[in-house]
């Protein structure tokens, strides 16, 4: 099994990848964010629908749990007037995330080293928590649902996009059918738990056009190019596994 804190750590040290930006805005049109340098499937339509359900106000407190290099939790602070806490296990992703509320000029934010299972922040301190494209990640899934909820403040506003599975992915932690039945045993209700429109035909090409231009992606890091052949294959095999990849939103109860 992949050490992934080792892996994303790699991943974040390097500046986002041109080539992958160029993909990615290729197949996603005007749904890429391309100024939040995302390193998921995240669209500017799930950035809206997150903003619009976390239902924070000035002041609100936002966790953004895997938060990469930041932007997705950005945008959405900055959209609904919150502070923020950016949590994720790569170092290297929380400095550039560091850099990038500077530039973003959103001050109100913060960004530490932590896990699914373990955050190491406080007891009921966030109206709103949300994760892109990050849970599949989690070794443990109910655990993260646990830590999810005790972060949470009472009514507090869960908001999650990830995959569910038929079968485990090779190389990947445990994974779920449906992630409903974990949430619902850590105290949330299941309000929405919606597909994300042509998930599959826009993640499929992705993969499909990286592998076409593995050598530009191999040259642009480093990479030896038939190990980096292997990966992109092996995640295009994973994603047969996919049954959807759902946008969630949970309240606790
Ligand atoms: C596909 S990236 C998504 C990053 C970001 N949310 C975005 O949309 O750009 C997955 C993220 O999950 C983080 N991650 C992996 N395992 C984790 C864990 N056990 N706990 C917290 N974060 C984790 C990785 O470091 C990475 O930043």
């Not at 391309?34 to 799930?46: C, H, M, P, Q």
């Not at 849970?135 to 646990?146: E, V």
């Amino acid at each position: 099994m992949t050490d992934w804190k080792a892996a994303f750590t790699t991943t974040f040290g390097a500046p986002a990848s041109a080539v992958s930006a160029r993909i990615w805005a290729e197949v996603y049109g005007e749904e890429y964010p391309a100024e939040l340098d995302t390193y998921s499937f995240v669209t500017r339509s799930d950035l809206r629908h997150i903003a619009r359900e976390a239902w924070l106000g000035p002041g609100g407190r936002l966790a953004d749990i895997g938060c990469g290099r930041g932007g997705p939790g950005l945008w959405v602070a900055a959209r609904t007037d919150a502070t923020l806490t950016g949590v994720d296990i790569a170092e290297t992703a929380l400095a550039s995330a560091r850099r990038r509320a500077e530039a973003m000029g959103v001050e109100a934010a913060e960004f530490r080293v932590g896990s699914f299972e373990g955050t190491g922040l406080d007891d009921g301190s966030f109206e709103a928590v949300m994760s892109v494209d990050a849970l599949l990640f989690a070794p443990d899934k109910p655990r993260a649902c646990a830590e999810f909820a005790r972060i949470l403040t009472p009514g507090g506003r869960l908001l999650v996009t990830t995959w569910d599975f038929d079968g485990q992915p090779a190389n990947r932690p445990p994974q779920v059918a449906d992630h409903r039945p974990l949430l619902e045993a850590a105290g949330f209700d299941v309000l929405s738990y919606e597909e994300t429109p042509d998930w599959r035909t826009l993640q499929r090409r992705a993969m499909e056009l990286s592998l076409e231009r593995v050598n530009d992606l191999a040259a642009e890091s480093g990479d030896d190019p038939n190990r980096l052949r292997g990966s992109l294959e092996q995640t295009l095999r994973n994603q047969d596994l996919m049954t959807r990849r759902v946008l969630l939103v949970a309240s606790l109860r």
